[in-house]
Nanobody, 119 residues
Framework: QVQLVESGGGLVQAGGSLRLSCAAS????????MGWFRQTPGKLREFVSS????????TYADSVKGRFTISRDNAKNTVYLQMNSLKPEDTAVYYC????????????WGQGTQVIVSS
């Protein structure tokens, strides 16, 4: 089992940058595939980005491709989401999630961190 705690959210102007962090507990972090999702009120949670357990494979939603970068540091049990060129439509609560296999759902979720992008 893994516990996840996000940080790094806040208020930023359009065009600005933020880096989200997700710290994981446990000694097996390096075996988990990690993802970032986001949700706004009244909408379903949507996929943002994912990274494989080794960090060698990443995926992005089309809406953030070229602006966001996911990375992980297995020595620090942390996954990051660098967000550049932020837009007001990026405003959401951002969640990190973990799963043991690539063909499974994400059973482990953090509590979320709020990102607000002002125009």
């Amino acid at each position: 089992q893994v516990q996840l705690v996000e940080s790094g959210g806040g208020l930023v102007q359009a065009g600005g940058s933020l880096r989200l962090s997700c710290a994981a507990s446990g000694r097996t972090f390096s075996t988990y595939h990690m993802g970032w999702f986001r949700q706004t009120p009244g909408k379903l949670r949507e996929f943002v980005s994912s990274v494989s357990s080794s960090g060698g494979s990443t995926t992005y939603a089309d809406s953030v491709k070229g602006r966001f970068t996911i990375s992980r540091d297995n020595a620090k049990n942390t996954v990051y989401l660098q967000m550049n060129s932020l837009k007001p439509e990026d405003t959401a609560v951002y969640y990190c999630a973990a799963r043991a296999t690539l063909d499974s759902a994400y059973p482990y979720w953090g509590q979320g961190t709020q990102v607000i992008v002002s125009s």
